[in-house]
């Protein structure tokens, strides 16, 4: 009976400390908790672009905000139709609606329909020098760079361009481009999937991270960071000075355990030193929203 009650008394113990094992993390998470915005970026985030010292996003309907503010959202003027892109270049703001209409404008005016043309995709390189920013539209045969209001007629055919791109980057001087939007570009390199595995450059990082939806590269006023958003939240890579993944690290934001760490990540985008994403909770609308982090609010919520 004595040796019963020592192996109660063993597995009883055992038990609780398994299960205050389970639940640390669930208390952790519940306390890192923020209270959510209501949003106002309705529906699915399609793409993001940076002009004029605004970003405007493309859901549908059309947001802009001033680009250094913590949220402030606001309806944007916008073509008639449901937009699913937003592109820009030095002097124009492009946007892509879902029946395949293209429209432009510039700083001040209104829209104007680009005709001559039948748009499939939009897209720009993501310059961070406005002199190098470049729009590129995508038709059933070829790749176009955008100049305004004339239609294109000179298809872009180097580096990877054709009719199959979705996203471009610029860096060191040229516009890489990509069949996927699984691409983005830092101060020392290009980034990319091979499989599972980060391609940065012409070589191949033995790091692996499964499920890859999107990508940005984020800089906290020290270093850069490549963020992969997953079908399971985003995975932070740390870059050494040369700009090679080194090691997985952890994700910025206080409550990213509590927010969007399990969700999967279709859209990402990184401006200035904030850091954009699209999550979709298959379980609960409540957390499928567009989501942001600023380093001035070190914590996610919806935008």
Do not use: Q
């Not at 493309?58 to 001033?66: H, I, Q, R, T, V």
Request: proline share 3%.
């Amino acid at each position: 009976m004595k040796n019963k009650n020592t192996i109660r008394a063993i597995l009883s113990l055992s038990f609780l400390l398994f299960a205050a094992c389970k639940i640390e993390p669930i208390f952790y998470a519940i306390e890192k908790e923020v209270p959510l915005e209501k949003a106002v970026i309705k529906g699915n985030l399609y793409s993001m672009t940076e002009f004029k010292d605004h970003l405007y996003a493309a859901s549908g309907s059309l947001y802009e905000k001033d680009k250094t503010a913590i949220r402030e959202w606001t309806a944007a003027s916008a073509p008639p139709g449901f937009i699913i892109r937003v592109a820009s270049d030095e002097s124009n703001l492009y946007v892509l609606t879902k029946d395949k209409k293209l429209y432009m404008k510039e700083e001040t005016g209104g829209w104007r329909e680009i005709t001559g043309i039948s748009p499939i995709e939009l897209f720009d390189n993501k310059a961070s020098d406005t002199n190098k920013k470049t729009a590129y539209v995508t038709t059933s045969e070829n790749l176009y760079s955008l100049t305004g209001e004339t239609a294109p007629t000179t298809p872009e055919t180097t580096n990877g361009a054709s009719k199959s791109s979705k996203a471009a980057v610029y860096h060191d001087g040229t516009d890489t481009f990509s069949n996927t939007v699984l691409i983005a570009r830092g101060k020392k390199a290009v980034y990319t999937m091979d499989g599972n595995k980060i391609k940065y450059g012409n070589d191949t990082s033995s790091i692996e991270v499964s499920g890859a939806k999107s990508m940005a590269v984020y800089n906290d006023g020290s270093k850069e960071s490549l963020l992969i958003g997953t079908t399971s939240g985003i995975v932070l890579v740390n870059l050494d000075n040369d700009g090679k993944p080194t090691s997985t690290g952890t994700m910025f934001g206080e409550n990213i355990e509590s927010s969007i760490a399990m969700l999967e990540i279709k859209t990402l985008y990184s401006f200035g030193d904030a850091i954009y994403a699209f999550a979709v909770d298959k379980t609960t609308s409540k957390k499928t929203n567009t989501w942001g982090y600023y380093k001035d609010r070190p914590n996610w919520n919806v935008e």
